[in-house]
């Protein structure tokens, strides 16, 4: 692999260079009238269409089993699963809970200047919806990552959709993983039609509040077609990483860093940013040294960018918006972090590789992608609770607030506003 080479000197400005990156923001390109077909048969049929979708999509033919997964399947997938890698789980979940235990909403409540009552209700929502990547794959960590923010919230229903395999089982580790969190809802089905069905409701599955989780271009655009039916967390995109660097100690680190990234498939991107050419050469370098150059070109986006100074390197990563950033400068690297305004998660150093937060250290992966960094935020306990705005005023706080009220009501011409506030006053 050789990595698609930018110079900064060559454009007007960071935005022109984004564009050239290819580092597109999300779009609603895709199967999107596939994906309402599927959304429409799920809400015509029910159960019947998701047998049918499942067959049909999948190759898996679930009528005999069905959705729901029972206990004796979860206790026979617990046990095929080895004491290290149960081990390794136990210590994710820990340091997740431990992380996503900081965030907290209390409701509050005051007194405003004239002597109303006034604040904010906090309450977890009731039932949540979860969908894990699976099929031919385990992703056991994606399971940690958006049940533990809703536990933590304490949401009271928590049901999890995962595809099934080609036998029509959801992979053991999974299994384990929703196991040790306390899941008992889980769902043999995937795809858009499993975002149907949570969001829709049928037979076997009852409808939630609100569903989270990445998944492929199908999923993601079923998520925003049932948007508004339900709440969604966010649209997820291919996954992506800036790695802002210079100087040539760690540049395997480095190169590894970005094979990780890579490592994610179909349109995984990565992006090296640094105003020294050797640092580039040097990594470019050892990524040709490294990477299966039968790896199929086409399923990634990697590219370098030469910069002028450290300023330009910044303002890249912040047009970018990056998921994932990993920063490994020189200079003072919280200096440069103070700078940073639009990244899902920064990583410090060499020694903060972001392996250490995809599984194990506590913070979420389930990250804005496509730009979203620039106005969204990380997976986490505010995503499973709401806030109710709540008043409670009195008489002589409606005298002081009434000529407000009254005056701003006339102008939008809501009389009856001003009225109902004048026969308090």
Same mark, same amino acid.
């Given at each position: 692999?050789?990595? $698609?080479?930018?110079?900064?000197?060559?454009?007007?400005?960071?935005?022109?260079?984004?564009?050239?990156?290819?580092?597109?923001?999300?779009?609603?390109?895709?199967?999107?009238?596939?994906?309402?077909?599927?959304?429409?048969?799920?809400?015509?049929?029910? +159960?019947?269409?998701?047998?049918?979708?499942?067959?049909?999509?999948?190759?898996?033919?679930?009528? #005999?089993?069905?959705? !729901?997964?029972? !206990?004796? +399947?979860?206790?026979?997938?617990?046990?095929?699963?080895?004491?290290?890698?149960?081990?390794?789980?136990?210590? %994710? &979940?820990?340091?997740?809970?431990?992380?996503?235990?900081?965030?907290?909403?209390? =409701?509050?409540?005051? #007194?405003?200047?004239?002597?109303?009552?006034?604040?904010?209700?906090?309450?977890?929502?009731?039932?949540?919806?979860?969908?894990?990547?699976?099929?031919?794959? %385990?992703?056991?960590?994606?399971?940690?990552?958006?049940?533990?923010?809703?536990?933590?919230?304490?949401?009271?229903?928590?049901?999890?959709?995962?595809?099934?395999?080609?036998?029509?089982?959801?992979?053991?580790? *999974?299994?384990?993983?929703?196991?040790?969190?306390?899941?008992? #809802?889980?769902?043999?089905?995937?795809?858009?039609?499993?975002?149907?069905?949570?969001?829709?409701?049928?037979?076997?599955?009852?409808?939630?509040?609100?569903?989270?989780?990445?998944?492929?271009?199908?999923?993601?655009?079923?998520?925003?077609?049932?948007?508004?039916?339900?709440? &969604?967390?966010?649209?997820?995109?291919?996954? #992506?990483?800036? @790695?802002? %660097?210079?100087?040539?100690?760690?540049?395997?680190?480095?190169?590894?860093?970005?094979?990780?990234?890579?490592?994610?498939?179909?349109?995984?991107?990565?992006?090296?940013?640094?105003?020294?050419?050797? *640092?580039?050469?040097? &990594?470019?370098?050892?990524?040709?040294?490294?990477?299966?150059?039968?790896?199929? !070109?086409?399923?990634?986006?990697?590219?370098?960018?030469?910069?002028?100074?450290?300023?330009?390197?910044?303002?890249?990563?912040? *047009?970018?918006?990056?998921?994932?950033?990993?920063?490994?400068?020189?200079?003072?690297?919280?200096?440069?972090?103070?700078?940073?305004? =639009?990244?899902?998660? @920064?990583?410090?150093?060499?020694?903060?590789?972001?392996?250490?937060?995809?599984?194990?250290?506590?913070?979420?992966?389930?990250?804005?992608?496509?730009?979203?960094?620039?106005?969204?935020?990380?997976?986490?306990?505010?995503?499973?609770? $709401?806030?109710?705005? &709540?008043?409670?005023?009195n008489p002589r706080a409606n005298r002081s607030l009434g000529v407000v009220v009254e005056a701003l009501a006339r102008v939008e011409g809501f009389m009856n506003h %001003?009225?109902?506030?004048?026969?308090?006053?």
């Open positions: 692999m050789v990595l $698609k080479n930018f110079t900064s000197e060559d454009y007007q400005n960071m935005e022109e260079l984004r564009q050239a990156l290819e580092w597109n923001f999300w779009t609603e390109g895709g199967p999107v009238d596939e994906v309402r077909g599927i959304i429409s048969e799920v809400e015509r049929g029910g +159960d019947a269409a998701l047998f049918e979708l499942t067959e049909r999509l999948d190759g898996v033919r679930l009528q #005999e089993k069905g959705f !729901r997964v029972g !206990r004796e +399947d979860i206790e026979k997938a617990c046990r095929r699963i080895e004491r290290p890698f149960a081990e390794a789980v136990k210590a %994710a &979940i820990k340091n997740i809970n431990a992380f996503h235990r900081h965030q907290t909403w209390e =409701s509050q409540f005051w #007194e405003s200047d004239e002597g109303a009552r006034v604040g904010q209700m906090a309450r977890p929502l009731k039932r949540v919806g979860i969908y894990i990547p699976g099929g031919s794959g %385990a992703y056991p960590s994606t399971a940690i990552m958006t049940v533990i923010p809703a536990k933590v919230a304490g949401v009271q229903e928590v049901v999890v959709c995962v595809p099934p395999g080609p036998d029509g089982e959801i992979n053991s580790p *999974t299994l384990f993983a929703l196991d040790l969190m306390g899941i008992e #809802e889980i769902y043999r089905v995937g795809g858009a039609q499993a975002v149907a069905a949570m969001a829709l409701g049928t037979e076997s599955i009852k409808a939630v509040d609100k569903i989270v989780g990445p998944g492929n271009v199908y999923v993601t655009l079923a998520k925003r077609e049932v948007f508004g039916r339900v709440g &969604i967390d966010m649209l997820a995109g291919p996954s #992506e990483l800036v @790695v802002l %660097a210079d100087g040539e100690e760690d540049i395997e680190f480095l190169a590894y860093d970005i094979l990780a990234q890579l490592e994610h498939g179909a349109g995984a991107r990565a992006c090296l940013i640094s105003f020294d050419r050797k *640092t580039i050469k040097g &990594i470019e370098k050892k990524l040709r040294e490294t990477l299966d150059n039968s790896s199929p !070109r086409q399923a990634y986006n990697a590219s370098a960018v030469l910069v002028r100074s450290l300023k330009e390197a910044i303002d890249l990563v912040n *047009t970018l918006a990056p998921e994932h950033l990993l920063i490994s400068t020189r200079s003072d690297m919280t200096g440069v972090l103070s700078k940073i305004h =639009s990244a899902g998660a @920064v990583f410090l150093g060499v020694e903060s590789p972001v392996a250490l937060g995809d599984y194990a250290v506590g913070v979420n992966h389930v990250l804005p992608t496509a730009g979203a960094a620039r106005y969204a935020s990380p997976l986490s306990v505010y995503d499973f609770i $709401k806030r109710s705005n &709540i008043v409670f005023s %001003a009225e109902s506030m004048q026969k308090r006053t």
